[in-house]
């Protein structure tokens, strides 16, 4: 299982960025993928789910209305929309995927939310 994400940054409070996640080495299609994040001096927490088919989704109560988590399996990738963003949301955002009984990441991508 391989887990590449990308399309982090420095943006200001209120602006916007998408994250993608590339996977590969397992069948993309049949397994729901999540997005975490880790900031600063914190524990890695939970922000979204998605599940295989991109049918139903769940978010974070920290970022509910906010961002949105998608999925294209034509292209292996999952997405997090992060619209309206706070300087708390200033974290390096992992995605996960639970394969085989194990967890695996990505190296994870850096957003800073600051003006």
């Known amino acids: 299982v391989q887990l590449v994400e990308s399309g982090g940054g420095l943006v200001q409070p209120g602006g916007s960025l998408r994250l993608s996640c590339a996977a590969s080495?397992?069948?993309?299609?049949?397994?729901?993928m999540s997005w975490h994040r880790q900031a600063p001096g914190k524990e890695r927490e939970w922000v979204a789910t998605?599940?295989?088919?991109?049918?139903?989704?769940d978010y974070a109560d920290s970022v509910k209305g906010r961002f949105t988590i998608s999925r294209d399996n034509a292209k292996n990738t999952v997405y997090l929309q992060m619209n309206s963003l706070k300087p708390e949301d200033t974290a390096v955002y992992y995605c996960?995927?639970?394969?085989?009984?194990?967890?695996?990441w990505g190296q994870g991508t850096q957003v800073t939310v600051s003006s």
């Open positions: 080495g397992f069948t993309f299609r049949n397994y729901a």
């Open positions: 998605i599940t295989s088919t991109g049918g139903s989704t």
């Open positions: 996960n995927a639970y394969v085989s009984r194990k967890s695996s």
